[in-house]
């Protein structure tokens, strides 16, 4: 029989776990947020200068927001550089490789080079309402002649001139000065910060019973036209 002492030894130890082990509920758990904010789905921004919230836009954008969600969940699947498939939540720990000062950041590639995401690819949608003409924003990058599926940036100003060439696919609620700070950071020629900044994590969550996002589904390499579409109902 052990001892009374051991027993709580490990009770304390066991307590100490629990308290270390994250919630399983965390992407669907919403942050105290106003009561402004309509129902649909998040995404928490973690970065080394503090916290960006953007409401998600599936309605203009399905399949860009789809990615985005999936690799920020740790759901979907993509090769690296070395040829081997991987499985994590893409976005924890990943460099920000570009900033434009009182402009944007952009991140979504490993490497740090902006060159190096995985070759996934979405139509070139996010023609809604919501773009690039008002400041705050979540852009799909889009190198060369293809729409990227996992790197993005986030705008602090606005610039019609980025309507209809990258997807729109978020609205920034929350956290815009920190878009403002990171990109006003020492940056190289290319736009690569000199002191490495980081997004720490992104966490998806829910405001109310938006509809479930679309499955990830991949189109063909290449330029595709942009869709358009007027009708853009929150909460969905």
Avoid at 9 to 19: D, E, Q
Avoid at 29 to 46: F, N, Q, V
Avoid at 126 to 144: D, E, K, T, V, Y
Avoid at 159 to 168: E, I, S, T
Wanted: glycine share 10%; with cysteine; net charge positive.
């Amino acid at each position: 029989m052990r001892s009374p002492k051991r027993i709580r030894t490990w009770f304390l130890f066991l307590c100490a776990l629990c308290l270390m082990a994250p919630g399983g509920s965390s992407d669907t758990e919403p942050l105290k947020h106003s009561p402004d904010w309509p129902t649909g789905h998040y995404a928490r921004i973690e970065t080394d200068f503090g916290r960006i919230v953007a409401r998600l836009l599936p309605q203009q954008a399905p399949q860009s927001v789809a990615h985005f969600a999936a690799a920020a969940r740790g759901e979907l699947a993509w090769i690296d550089p070395t040829g081997e498939q991987k499985k994590f939540p893409y976005y924890d720990g990943i460099p920000i490789h570009n900033v434009r000062a009182g402009f944007l950041f952009e991140a979504g590639d490993w490497t740090g080079t902006g060159q190096g995401a995985p070759p996934l690819y979405v139509p070139q949608e996010g023609g809604g309402p919501i773009n690039f003409s008002q400041a705050g924003r979540l852009g799909m990058a889009r190198p060369q002649q293809h729409t990227s599926a996992l790197q993005f940036f986030a705008t602090y100003a606005s610039d019609p001139r980025l309507n209809r060439v990258f997807p729109c696919f978020g609205e920034i609620v929350e956290g815009r000065e920190v878009v403002f700070q990171i990109s006003q950071q020492k940056a190289y020629s290319n736009g690569k910060p000199i002191e490495e900044i980081k997004i720490r994590t992104i966490r998806i969550f829910e405001i109310g019973n938006p509809l479930p996002l679309p499955e990830p589904t991949q189109t063909p390499t290449g330029p595709r036209k942009m869709e358009f579409r007027k009708e853009l109902n929150q909460g969905l």
